[in-house]
């Protein structure tokens, strides 16, 4: 696999025969940790938020490898099934965990990158050391009674869930604190006034500083799930 932007390609097997998508590997020079980070229903693996991510999350020494879902491979906006989201899962963490060569491998995902790595735990098909979910879509926004939890408790690993205090896919806040609450381990990371892409109203900043603020909390979760201290 390249290094430091230059794409790679994985091989992914789907329920009708295989595809492959495009990733990049950030490694910094002494990683102590490794994540794969999904991107979000409408942006693929190069999206600034999440480049600006990862490349924050390397100066804390973690390494990255973010990747494209099939659909984006194909050129589609809708995302496809969620079984072949799964199998990327599954073919990503794989690849990373070798790459990894016993260090902890986390999984992380923006909205729906998340979501459907929430589901490849709990179905066992991917056993991340903890999860990550930027700004987890825990309802279509203004559809409260389609929520996307049932699958949550069934996530053995830590999970911690960094949400926008004004993201309309988790209002009302108590739903989402309920779906929290049934699970194994897992906490809320607040990030007040923040919408779905955390941007602040009244504070204009690009999506790629955006995501790097974010990483030093997230890398700082990391070593606690890491070392089983739990939610604080």
């Not at 099934?81 to 073919?91: E, F, G, L, Q």
């Not at 690993?157 to 049934?182: C, K, M, R, W, Y």
């Amino acid at each position: 696999m390249n290094e430091d932007g230059d794409p790679s390609r994985i091989t992914v097997a789907l329920p009708n025969g295989s595809a492959e998508v495009s990733a990049d590997l950030v490694m910094p020079s002494s990683a102590w940790a490794f994540a794969a980070v999904a991107h979000g229903a409408g942006a693929g693996y190069r999206h600034p938020f999440l480049t600006g991510f990862a490349d924050a999350l390397a100066r804390e020494g973690v390494a990255t490898l973010r990747f494209n879902f099939p659909y984006v491979e194909a050129g589609r906006r809708m995302p496809g099934p969620a079984a072949h989201a799964i199998a990327t899962w599954a073919a990503v963490h794989a690849e990373l965990a070798e790459r990894a060569a016993g260090a902890p491998v986390f999984a992380m995902g923006k909205s729906y990158g998340g979501r459907m790595a929430s589901m490849a735990a709990a179905e066992g098909v991917i056993a991340p050391a903890g999860l990550v979910y930027l700004g987890y879509p825990l309802h279509p926004p203004g559809n409260p009674d389609k929520a996307r939890t049932a699958h949550l408790p069934d996530v053995s690993q830590p999970q911690l869930f960094v949400e926008g205090t004004n993201d309309p896919f988790i209002d009302p806040h108590e739903q989402l604190e309920e779906a929290v609450a049934s699970c194994q381990v897992a906490e809320i990371a607040w990030i007040d006034g923040g919408g779905h892409s955390f941007e602040v109203k009244g504070h204009k900043r690009a999506p790629a500083e955006i995501a790097a603020g974010l990483a030093p909390m997230v890398a700082e979760w990391l070593r606690r799930a890491h070392s089983g201290a739990g939610p604080t």
